[in-house]
Every structure is written in structure tokens, then in C-alpha cells.
């Protein structure tokens, strides 16, 4: 089991698998932004190779993301390998949905058993203005394909003061009322290029709820407050699904953080909003073996940082939300 020093066991594994996109959500990135080559990126094989590596140092749950992990070519294929690598528990996907009304069926059959599935307004001209380029109704038909092959569905919504953070958000929330979905809000975080305009607009958690609850009626905390993963879990009255607050700048969750990252172009990254990274490509491309892979990232897991430093206004500089994998 890979530990950490302060003895957190970190067992979830997110990948990007592009940093590229059919999107340019204004909170994550600019219009014009520019992409890595291709040679830069891990190659399928290195992928798969380091799936393994990392499945037999102890990682259980991997989540492919991006970038838009469904225009890597050969998708299905990557999720089938992970799904079949000894000691994977599960394989899950962050998605845009904009191509998933096709995939959903190929990519449950190759493994794939939940998907996240990035809304922020269900209204399709607002959904245009924060996607910059998105028809939602592409969206919609990725829901639907995903709810008819029984991927278990989670819907994401970044909020952003002054786009989404009134009626849209309400009208998210009220989705759970007769869906069994889990709906989570997700408090904008600041990255490089884009910093300032993400620490202008972020929404925090309570002010949120209390947005909702004026609408809908009282939240009820589920759980004792207890964390699903990164997300404190309320429920509204009567309600089949659940909503969730991702609130990492207000009341992070650092404390009991078990993720890793790795990049589209093969970084080992410990912490989402610290800069530190391993360069896996050397040792995968000039004969490393794989017992020293894994040695060199057990060493990066130890050292995994405590948490972010937003609270001191420290924030990552060197890449944006889609550069790192969310
Ligand atoms: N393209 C896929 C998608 O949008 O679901 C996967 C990659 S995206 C970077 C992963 C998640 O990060 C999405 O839910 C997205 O909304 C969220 N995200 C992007 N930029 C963010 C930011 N600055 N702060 C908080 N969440 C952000
Ligand atoms: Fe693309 Fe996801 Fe970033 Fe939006 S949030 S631009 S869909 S990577």
C-alpha cells in the first residue's frame, strides 16, 4: 500500500489522457490556449504500463480525465486495459459528456462503471457562454446514453459569481428531486494563466447552500458530515439524489486527501494545487526497469505535500485546470 508520511494511504490514481479539449470553459481555460504535441504525451503503451506499476504498488481506483479524456484516441481500449489489470477496483471517467451519447455503451462494456459529468446550467444559451463552444443538448445525450448502460452518474457544476450561482444552480439542485443522481458543486480554484479571474468569482460552499435552501427548502447533512470522497453530502427533503459541495478553498479536505495525478505528458503530481511534479518520461523512455519506476514514485508519494496553499495565497503557476487532470 502506497503511504505517505503522514500515513494518509494513497490509493486513487487520476489520469489525464489529453490535455486537449472540444471546450474552452471559461474557468478552466483561455480561448487560445495552446497544446502540448503529441510526442510529448504518454503513449498508450506507457499508459499501460505504468497502470500496472501503479496497481501493484497498491492504487485500487483509477479516473481517466483531462483535458477531454473521450477524444483520446483509442479510449476504449484504455479503459478495457485498466479494467483488467490485476488488483483494480475501479475505473470511473470525468467527462464533458459532448461525445458520449456514442461511447457510453462501448466504454461500459470495456469496464467503465461511474461517470462525472460536467454541467453547469441547464440553461443552453448560459451553457454556450461558460463552454465558450458547447450545445447542451450534446450533453443531454450523453446523460441519457450513460443512464441507459448503467454507469453510475454524477453531475459536476464549477460555480462561477455572476454566471451560474442563482437560478442555475437551483435548478441543478432540483434534478435530485426525482433523479438518484448526485449533483456537485465545485468551487472554482485559481491556475496559472487564468488565476485572477477564477479568485474574483469563486462562490463559497455556504453561501451556496444557503442559495439553494431559500429556494428548495432545508438541506440535511448526511452522513455526520463525514466526506464521500472530496465531497460533504446534503440531501433535499423527499429528494432520490444527493448534493454534493466540493469546497477545497473554503473547507479543504487535504487532511484526508488520497489522490495522485498523473499528466497527459507523464507528470507524477501529489497535490492538485502545488506545483511539485515527477518526470516519469526519462525513466519510461531511456530503459528504466520497473522496479526502479516504482521506487521513484513510492519516494514522490511519501513526500506527497500536507495540502494546498491557497489560505497564504499560494496557488499553481505552471499549468491550468486541463494541463493537470481534474
Ligand atoms: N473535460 C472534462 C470535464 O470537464 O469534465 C474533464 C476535465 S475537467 C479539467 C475536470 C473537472 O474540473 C470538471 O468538472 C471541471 O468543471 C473542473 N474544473 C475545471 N477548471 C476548474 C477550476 N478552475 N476550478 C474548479 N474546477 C474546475
Ligand atoms: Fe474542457 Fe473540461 Fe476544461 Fe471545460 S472543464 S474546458 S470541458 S477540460
Given at each position: 500500500?502506497?503511504?505517505?508520511?503522514?500515513?494518509?494511504?494513497?490509493n486513487?490514481?487520476?489520469?489525464?489522457?489529453?490535455?486537449?479539449?472540444?471546450?474552452?470553459?471559461?474557468?478552466?481555460?483561455?480561448?487560445?490556449?495552446?497544446?502540448?504535441?503529441?510526442?510529448?504525451?504518454?503513449?498508450?503503451?506507457?499508459?499501460?504500463?505504468?497502470?500496472?506499476?501503479?496497481?501493484?504498488?497498491?492504487?485500487?481506483?483509477?479516473?481517466l480525465?483531462?483535458?477531454?479524456?473521450?477524444?483520446?484516441?483509442?479510449?476504449?481500449?484504455?479503459v478495457?486495459?485498466?479494467?483488467?489489470?490485476?488488483?483494480?477496483?475501479?475505473?470511473?471517467?470525468?467527462?464533458?459528456?459532448?461525445?458520449?451519447?456514442?461511447?457510453?455503451?462501448?466504454?461500459?462494456?470495456?469496464?467503465?462503471?461511474?461517470?462525472?459529468?460536467?454541467?453547469?446550467?441547464?440553461?443552453?444559451?448560459?451553457?454556450?457562454?461558460?463552454?465558450?463552444?458547447?450545445?447542451?443538448?450534446?450533453?443531454w445525450?450523453?446523460?441519457?446514453?450513460?443512464?441507459?448502460?448503467?454507469?453510475?452518474?454524477?453531475?459536476?457544476?464549477?460555480?462561477?459569481?455572476?454566471?451560474?450561482?442563482?437560478?442555475?444552480?437551483?435548478?441543478?439542485?432540483r434534478?435530485?428531486?426525482?433523479?438518484?443522481?448526485?449533483?456537485?458543486?465545485?468551487?472554482?480554484?485559481?491556475?496559472?494563466?487564468?488565476?485572477?479571474?477564477?479568485?474574483?468569482?469563486?462562490v463559497?460552499?455556504?453561501?451556496?447552500?444557503?442559495?439553494?435552501?431559500?429556494?428548495?427548502?432545508?438541506?440535511?447533512?448526511?452522513?455526520?458530515?463525514?466526506?464521500?470522497?472530496?465531497?460533504?453530502?446534503?440531501?433535499?427533503?423527499?429528494?432520490?439524489?444527493?448534493?454534493?459541495?466540493?469546497?477545497?478553498?473554503?473547507?479543504?479536505?487535504?487532511?484526508?486527501?488520497?489522490?495522485?495525478?498523473?499528466?497527459?505528458?507523464g507528470?507524477?503530481?501529489?497535490?492538485?494545487?502545488?506545483?511539485?511534479?515527477?518526470?516519469?518520461?526519462?525513466?519510461?523512455?531511456?530503459?528504466?526497469?520497473?522496479?526502479?519506476?516504482?521506487?521513484?514514485?513510492?519516494?514522490?508519494?511519501?513526500?506527497?505535500?500536507?495540502?494546498?496553499?491557497?489560505?497564504?495565497?499560494?496557488?499553481?503557476?505552471?499549468?491550468?485546470?486541463?494541463?493537470?487532470?481534474?
Open positions: 500500500m502506497p503511504f505517505d508520511r503522514y500515513q494518509r494511504n494513497i486513487y490514481m487520476r489520469i489525464s489522457l489529453t490535455d486537449m479539449c472540444n471546450l474552452r470553459c471559461i474557468y478552466c481555460m483561455p480561448e487560445d490556449m495552446t497544446f502540448r504535441p503529441k510526442k510529448e504525451l504518454l503513449q498508450d503503451e506507457e499508459i499501460n504500463r505504468l497502470v500496472i506499476l501503479f496497481a501493484e504498488l497498491g492504487f485500487e481506483k483509477f479516473r480525465t483531462g483535458g477531454e479524456p473521450t477524444i483520446r484516441e483509442n479510449i476504449v481500449d484504455i478495457g486495459h485498466i479494467a483488467k489489470t490485476p488488483n483494480v477496483q475501479e475505473v470511473a471517467m470525468t467527462t464533458n459528456a459532448i461525445l458520449l451519447r456514442l461511447l457510453a455503451k462501448p466504454l461500459t462494456e470495456a469496464g467503465l462503471k461511474r461517470i462525472n459529468i460536467s454541467i453547469d446550467t441547464l440553461d443552453p444559451k448560459k451553457f454556450k457562454q461558460i463552454t465558450r463552444w458547447g450545445n447542451i443538448d450534446d450533453v445525450g450523453g446523460i441519457d446514453a450513460a443512464e441507459e448502460t448503467g454507469l453510475k452518474i454524477k453531475l459536476n457544476c464549477v460555480v462561477v459569481r455572476g454566471f451560474n450561482d442563482q437560478e442555475d444552480v437551483i435548478e441543478l439542485a434534478l435530485t428531486q426525482n433523479k438518484s443522481w448526485q449533483v456537485r458543486y465545485i468551487e472554482v480554484m485559481p491556475f496559472g494563466s487564468v488565476a485572477d479571474f477564477q479568485k474574483t468569482h469563486i463559497p460552499e455556504k453561501e451556496l447552500r444557503e442559495t439553494i435552501g431559500n429556494a428548495l427548502g432545508p438541506l440535511t447533512l448526511l452522513n455526520n458530515g463525514k466526506l464521500e470522497g472530496e465531497a460533504r453530502i446534503y440531501q433535499l427533503d423527499g429528494a432520490q439524489g444527493k448534493l454534493g459541495f466540493i469546497s477545497s478553498v473554503t473547507n479543504p479536505f487535504c487532511a484526508g486527501c488520497n489522490r495522485a495525478r498523473l499528466t497527459a505528458d507528470k507524477l503530481r501529489l497535490c492538485l494545487l502545488r506545483d511539485k511534479e515527477l518526470d516519469l518520461i526519462p525513466f519510461l523512455r531511456e530503459g528504466a526497469s520497473d522496479e526502479e519506476i516504482k521506487l521513484h514514485i513510492k519516494n514522490s508519494i511519501w513526500y506527497k505535500p500536507w495540502g494546498h496553499g491557497l489560505a497564504h495565497e499560494v496557488y499553481p503557476h505552471k499549468r491550468v485546470m486541463s494541463e493537470i487532470g481534474g
